[in-house]
């Protein structure tokens, strides 16, 4: 299919049209008296009067062909029509100080292969975006406030390409205070709000949040309860994944001895079961709990059985830009025009 991605800049023609009548119309400048034409010497037509003819039309047809450059004409590679299942679910996933956890971590044959938690999520949560192609995604993440990522989207190559730049915000220290500290809590009701704000208006009927944390909520202006009651009234399931053993317990983290070096060391964590569990239940969800990676894989795999709507696609997979074949010549005949004036009337115009 051809066509113009920018057919506005034709509004460019009349004025072209008029500059060409304008320079091309036939008008006598001067006369001269003569009895006897014929007795005058017969005139030859030199190189610099057929230049001379030739110029305006050739600065004309330049012209011309810029503007039409300019409309960027394109044709369409592929284009297809079809349906397709899907849902709109919105990515919603913690990385407060706790998603730098270690326990998600993987044995190989050479040794423990460390990874923290969120590397774990982001690993899985790209296999889990190649196995739905159609779904429209977004990406909100939460640590002390919550942050639109990438909104719904059927482009999953610029979702990963987001997600895998998401990292767990490091503390920031002046006079030896952490002044950062809200980055690092968990603020699941702010998380929940937004989630549903993004999916408000999505086309598809079934909509959905995959609510991921490892900890309890301890900041934020929307409690969770507010984000249930929204998710509820909105009619949208939010499915919770809990990361780690319930209630208080200790999980590794990579901290630095007195001399610098890296080292393994634990700490406290608590993870709010209840609450997600409560969140789930609520919105007609389903919770799970997961304190190993094959745990978040078969939770993402009991989420990619749900429910989907059918709707209609329009898909276009790459356009031909035809441009460059009226800016080259545009460019050649502006040259060679200049040039052949400069030398048949030695001047630039």
């Not at 200790?250 to 890296?262: E, L, N, V």
């Not at 080259?328 to 200049?338: C, D, E, G, R, S």
């Amino acid at each position: 299919m051809f066509h113009f991605a920018s057919p506005y800049y034709f509004f460019l023609l009349p004025a072209l049209a008029l500059a060409g009548w304008f320079v091309l119309r036939r008008r006598i400048r001067a006369g001269l008296t003569f009895s006897a034409v014929s007795t005058l010497p017969t005139q030859h037509a030199t190189w610099r009067t057929v230049v001379a003819r030739l110029l305006p039309g050739m600065y004309l047809l330049a012209l011309f062909l810029t503007i039409v450059a300019l409309a960027r004409p394109q044709t369409v590679l592929s284009r297809s029509h079809r349906s397709a299942d899907v849902i709109a679910m919105e990515m919603v996933v913690d990385i407060s100080g706790s998603m730098n956890a270690l326990d998600l971590s993987s044995k190989t044959p050479t040794g423990v292969k460390y990874r923290t938690r969120l590397d774990a999520v982001k690993e899985t949560f790209s296999d889990f975006l190649d196995k739905r192609p159609d779904d429209l995604i977004g990406l909100v993440t939460f640590g002390g406030y919550a942050i639109t990522r990438v909104p719904l989207t059927a482009d999953h190559a610029a979702l990963q390409h987001v997600l895998s730049g998401v990292e767990v915000p490091r503390e920031v220290y002046v006079d030896s205070q952490v002044v950062n500290q809200e980055e690092l809590l968990t603020a699941i009701g702010d998380a929940l709000a937004m989630g549903c704000a993004r999916l408000r208006d999505a086309e598809p009927v079934s909509r959905i949040i995959v609510l991921l944390s490892d900890g309890e909520s301890n900041t934020g202006a929307i409690t969770p309860e507010a984000g249930i009651r929204l998710a509820s009234e909105l009619g949208i399931k939010v499915y919770t994944i809990g990361i780690g053993t319930p209630g208080v317990s200790t999980a590794p983290f990579m901290t630095k001895d007195i001399f610098g070096r890296s080292t393994v060391s634990r700490v406290n964590v608590s993870l709010d079961e209840r609450l997600l569990r409560r969140i789930a239940e609520e919105t007609d969800g389903q919770y799970f709990n997961v304190r190993d990676p094959r745990g978040l894989r078969d939770a993402l795999e009991d989420i990619d059985e749900l429910e989907t709507t059918r709707i209609e696609r329009d898909i276009y997979t790459q356009y031909n830009e035809l441009f460059p074949r009226f800016l080259y010549p545009a460019l050649i005949l502006l040259v060679a025009a200049t040039s052949l004036n400069m030398l048949a009337a030695k001047r630039l115009i």
